[in-house]
């Protein structure tokens, strides 16, 4: 319950700046269309390629053992991978560079917020680039691992988490290299909150449980029309999941930028963010439990 509430406490103060600015809702939403818009043309490259492997594989054997994704599927999967990478980090970018200006005492538009970003373009993709190949190595790592290999992938993974948790906020608003501010980012983070740190709740845990209730409220209407067989109330139903689903992900996704741009400004510039108390943003992260000793 502590956690719950140190959680519900931030969704709060996020919310409480980003209200100011609702029309930044739409950012997340910008995000999904161009990313899908960007990867679905490589993604049918990727199947094409596959499939082509397969046709020689029966014209050649005479079987198909079923789709491979040959050297350059997988360059192909790559590129569209980075390329998603990229577009997310653009308009988290602009979340963050709004959700700044907001608590600096403006007023940013939407227009302003992608102008922003535009003009940190060049700036992000190294960190895109690092990003998407830091992820690509995990995932990759963490398939072929057993048990206990996942487990410390999994704790490596954390731990990349924690220490670039402040590399964007630095890197569009500071305007630094990619080097520099990932060397800020583990500095900062280490001397607000210390090495041997894990998340305390945060923004993903309330909107976890919004997701769940929201899922719990519309899902039942698509049940009833797959078990009376009422075609036109399971599409209702289907859509009000969809819908709920995009509008939690779409809010999560702007109080987050929120969030971590109060983080910053907490651990860089050694303020007080407009809208959060400094227990809040101090808890936002604890020591670890260690061996015969309590968390604190």
Known sequence: MGVFSRSFALFKASWGVLRHDKELLALPVISAVTSFLCVAPFVGLIAVTALDSATRGVATSGSLDGLSIGPLGYVLMFVA???????TIFFQSALVLAANERLSGGEPTLGWAISAAASNAGRILPWAIISATVSIVLQAVQERAGFIGRIVVGLVGMAWTLVTFLVLPILVIEQVGVKDALSRSASAFKRTWGENVVGNGGIGLVM???GLLAFV?????????????????????????VVAMVAVSVLGAALSGVFRTALYRYAVLGEEP??????????AFRPKRTRGASAI
Request: hydrophobic residues 60%; negative net charge; charged residues 0%.
């Open 217 to 241: 409220l519309t899902a039942p209407v698509a049940f009833v029309g797959a078990s009376t067989g009422n075609a036109p109330l399971l599409v209702l139903g289907v859509i009000l999941v």
């Open 208 to 210: 976890m449980l919004v």
């Open 274 to 283: 407009t809208g959060f108390t400094h227990d809040q943003i101090a808890s």
């Open 81 to 87: 991978y980075l390329i998603g990478a990229y577009v």
